[in-house]
Every structure is written in C-alpha cells, then in structure tokens.
C-alpha cells in the first residue's frame, strides 16, 4: 500500500482538527510533517521528474512548460533548470532552426503545402510564434490558390464539352427531326446532363460544411453553369462567396465569354416555380409542361419534389398509353386520321418511346400515300437517275 493510502486517514483527521479548533500548535505540526517516503515534491505535476520523462520522450515545449511553472523553492528546482538551460533551450533551438529552414526551401521551391506543415512545426518550437504562424498561413494560402485555380480550369472544360454536346443534339440534316433513335440519346443526354447538376449541387453543400469554400465555389459554379435558373443554387452561390477567404482570388471564366452558342429554342418555364404551379398544370391536364416545371422545382429543392416528378411520369406513361390504344382502335375502324392523331399525341408524350415512334411513322407514310392517290398524285415516282446518267422515261 502507498504512503498516501497509509497516512490517509491520520491526515485527513488532522486536518478537520486544523478546521474546527484552529490550533496553531496543530497547524506547524502538520507543515512540518512529511511522509518518509512520500515527499512533497512528488504532489505537483510540474516537477523534475514529470519535465525529465516529457523531454525524453520527445515533448520538448511541454518539459519547458513544466519548468517555467515550477516553484522555485522546490527541492528539485535547481535540477530542473540545469535540465532546462542544458538540454531542453538548445534542443528546443536546433528543432526551431531546423524546421524554419526546410520551410524556407520549401517555399523557395513552390511546394506550398511542405512549407505550410513545417513553417507551422517551426512555430511549435517558438517563444514568439506569430511570424512563422504568419507565413504557414500565407503558404496555406497560396496552396489552396494554386489547388483552386486547377479545380476550375479542369471543371470548366468540362463542362464546355457537355454543353458543347448538348447543342448538337438535334437531329442532322437528312435526319427525320422525331427520330426516335437522336431523340432517345437527346433524353438520356439531357438526364445525365441534370445529374451532374444535382450532383454538383451536393459536393458544393458538402465541401461547405466542411469548410472548404473554394472547392464548394467549383462545384456551385458548375452547378449553375448547367442549370442557370437554380434558385437553390444562386443562394448557395451566395453562401460560398461569404465563406470565401479574403486571401483567394476567383479566376476570371475566359470561355464563356469567348465561345458564342447556337441559340436554341426550348419551351419557356419561369425560373422560379410553386407546388400550386405544377398542382393546376396537372388538373390541366397538361403533363408535359408539369414535368418541366417539377424540374424546376427540383433544382429549387422543393419539398418532395422527386416523388412528384415520379408521380407526373406515371401519370405522362398511363396518358401515353391511352392515346396509343385508341388510335390502334381508330385505325381497325379505318379512321386512319384519328388514328395519326391519337399516336402523335402518344409520341408528344413519350418521344422516346420506339413502339409508338415507330407506329405514328407508319400512319404518317399511310396518311400521306392516301393523300397523294385522293388528289391524283404519284406515289411511286421514279428515282432520279445518277448525275451525268440519262433520264429514264416514266412507266405508264
């Protein structure tokens, strides 16, 4: 058993006589006593012994701290500052030395991030640290910088090449405009094309959070780059920039003022779009303008927007199929007009769909052939001869 644990007791009872008769007799007793082989010197944490075992084992600043606390009427001071001024100040000097010099090489040579981590060592070792905390910092800086200024050209050339092949997304020229086959590339396109948005949009979140908002600015600029109107992105936008530290600079965009693109024409959806919106478009009856407000809605992140446009495409898929039936009912009743009626409206619906592409294009052939016999036309002329070959005449 330990000396305290054996004198416990009686001092514990000593004490509460001190308290209760204030003896002065009791009170110089008590400071004089000591435990044989329980010193005073080993109550304090800041002593020889506890300075010695942190400077063997590395912990330089922190045997120095102990040091410095020490009281110096202590028994085991006078040894305490020999192990300070002997052997704690000088390596504690060669460490500071030699960590402030591999910064300065490193900064030298450009290797931020090394100069960052050992100008910040170095400050670890010094009585008067701001300095070199001073220049870790700015190192920081300029590694973030250079890391920034690579995020972006790399995003922004990709994202040119993306957008670049969304406008050649149309059908060429020979190419039937409803192609189903351009036309189901043109949708798999633009969906791919609204995940990297979405996805874009949620590394920007993250990173912010994280607080890192130079890599967050990458990621919201794509975001709004792909989709502009995004309400919830101009506000994220707005977020990123006031987490922005003072010391980074965005780097202008150069290509999106150097590269003009073509025009296209799309269906106009307001930037910003309410529940109540979509709710009347649906009652409506007009799903395809639904879905493209729900798009819209989505990019805002509004409430339970992805189980409404889950359940506009089911609505779009039943409406689909009705035409669809109806006008293969039309058609056996020889109402081939009603019929190309009823399946371009299954195509407006679903233009990705082969089986209903397919079958209006059928109609249409039908729809024209009749049309060219009813007004006396011919709907099997001749194919024109090769260039430079001589004109056949016409069968009759």
Not at 360 to 388: C, H, I, M, N, Y
Request: glycine content about 4%; charged content about 35%.
């Amino acid at each position: 058993m330990s000396a305290l644990h054996k004198h416990g007791r009686w001092l514990l009872l000593c004490l509460l006589a001190t308290s209760l008769t204030g003896c002065a007799a009791l009170q110089q007793e008590l400071k004089d006593f000591k435990f044989p082989e329980f010193k005073a010197s080993a109550f304090g944490f800041n002593n020889y012994a506890t300075a010695k075992r942190d400077f063997d084992r590395g912990r330089i600043m922190e045997a120095r701290a102990r040091v410095l606390a020490m009281d110096k009427s202590r028994d085991d001071y006078a040894q305490a500052k020999a192990l300070l001024d002997k052997q704690i100040e000088p390596a504690r000097l060669r460490l500071l030395r030699h960590y402030a010099a591999r910064a300065s090489s490193a900064e030298r040579r450009g290797d931020w991030s090394t100069a960052m981590d050992l100008y910040g060592q170095a400050a670890s070792f010094s009585t008067k640290p701001k300095s070199l905390q001073a220049s870790r910092d700015r190192m920081e800086m300029k590694m973030r910088q250079a890391r920034l200024d690579r995020l972006i050209e790399q995003r922004r050339k990709l994202d040119a090449a993306w957008l670049a092949a969304a406008d050649n997304l149309e059908s060429p020229k020979g190419v039937d405009p409803k192609d189903d086959v351009v036309g189901r590339e043109r949708d798999r396109f633009q969906s791919a094309l609204e995940d990297r948005a979405d996805d874009a949009y949620d590394e920007a979140s993250r990173y912010l959070r994280r607080g890192v908002p130079e890599a967050a600015y990458v990621e919201i600029e794509s975001h709004l780059r792909l989709q502009p109107d995004s309400e919830r992105g101009k506000r994220l936008m707005a977020d990123v920039k006031a987490a922005m530290p003072k010391g980074l600079t965005i780097p202008a965009d150069r290509r999106t003022s150097a590269v003009k693109r073509p025009v296209v024409s799309k269906p106009v959806v307001p930037k910003s779009v309410s529940r109540q919106q979509i709710d009347e478009l649906i009652k409506k009856g007009d799903l395809v303008a639904a879905k493209r407000y729900a798009l819209v809605y989505r990019r805002e992140d509004g409430e339970n927007a992805a189980a409404l446009l889950k359940q506009i495409q089911a609505k779009i898929e039943a409406k689909a199929a009705a035409h669809f039936n109806r006008g293969r009912i039309e058609f056996r009743r020889e109402h081939l007009d009603t019929a190309v009626r009823e399946w371009s409206k299954a195509v407006e619906l679903m233009p990705d769909n082969p089986e209903y592409v397919e079958q209006l294009r059928r109609g249409q052939q039908l729809q024209d052939r009749l049309k060219l016999l009813r007004e006396g036309g011919q709907p099997d002329a001749p194919v024109p001869p090769p260039s430079g070959a001589p004109a056949s005449s016409p069968k009759k």
